[in-house]
């Protein structure tokens, strides 16, 4: 796995799929309590899919400027605007922090599925 394997995408635009324009909405934990907003995605080169949604953890559990990947696995569209993670707000504090979210290193794309439990 490299690092170049994914293209950091900020906005939503034509070549996402539908199901993938989901820059700027508000993620919210599977209590309903909001973590924060979308800032932007990564999308797989290989297939074009979002793999990942990029989440500033700023403003709670006194975490401020801390970006982590999501796997989009764990997340489910509700609607327009709307996007709810299947684990609280509190189970993310731990969570691994790339240095630099849009381009993370294979190994820190490996630290958040190994976190999130996905293999």
Do not use: W
Request: charge should be negative; include cysteine; hydrophobic fraction near 40%.
């Amino acid at each position: 796995m490299n690092s170049k394997q994914f293209l950091c995408v900020k906005e939503n635009n034509h070549r996402l799929r539908k199901v993938d324009r989901i820059v700027g909405f508000f993620l919210y934990d599977r209590l309903g309590e909001s973590i924060g907003k979308i800032e932007s995605l990564l999308v797989s080169n290989a297939t074009h899919h979002a793999e990942y949604v990029i989440v500033n953890l700023g403003g709670f559990l006194r975490i401020a400027g801390k970006s982590i990947l999501i796997p989009l696995t764990i997340c489910e569209v509700e609607d327009m605007g709307k996007v709810t993670l299947s684990l609280t707000q509190e189970s993310l504090k731990d969570a691994p922090a790339p240095h630099d979210p849009e381009n993370p290193t294979s190994m820190e794309v490996e630290l958040a599925r190994e976190y999130f439990g996905i293999e």
